[in-house]
């Protein structure tokens, strides 16, 4: 499985490498970015593409990891929780483990004539 993991990660950076040099071209090309909002005007001149392609990249790690940490926070929240109930059912099972041996002590035993 090792091996395959290596194969598809080298052929995909072998992909994305022929692809970033056959379109050098457009990847460096620039643009304008303007937003009109009512009466306000965002205007930021001369983008590149690369630099629109690695902030949507960022973005998308950035909102990924924010879900992954709420994700691990809600595990571990249920986690915590099924360690007290594991507790609680040991504790219990602990109290009738004693009533029990109670139980036999206290008995006399039978003696046959």
Not at 47 to 65: P, R
Request: no cysteine.
């Amino acid at each position: 499985m090792k091996y395959v993991k290596f194969l598809f990660f080298f052929f995909l950076f072998l992909f994305i490498l022929l692809f970033s040099i056959q379109n050098r071209g457009i990847i460096f090309e620039s643009f304008e970015i303007k937003l009109e909002l009512f009466n306000f005007i965002w205007l930021i001149p001369n983008v590149a593409v690369y630099t629109i392609i690695l902030m949507s990249f960022l973005f998308g790690v950035l909102v990924s990891s924010f879900y992954f940490l709420l994700d691990k926070l809600a595990k571990r929240k249920e986690i915590k929780a099924y360690k007290k109930q594991i507790k609680n059912i040991e504790q219990e099972l602990q109290n009738y483990r004693e009533i029990s041996l109670e139980e036999t002590s206290f008995r006399t035993p039978e003696t046959n004539n």
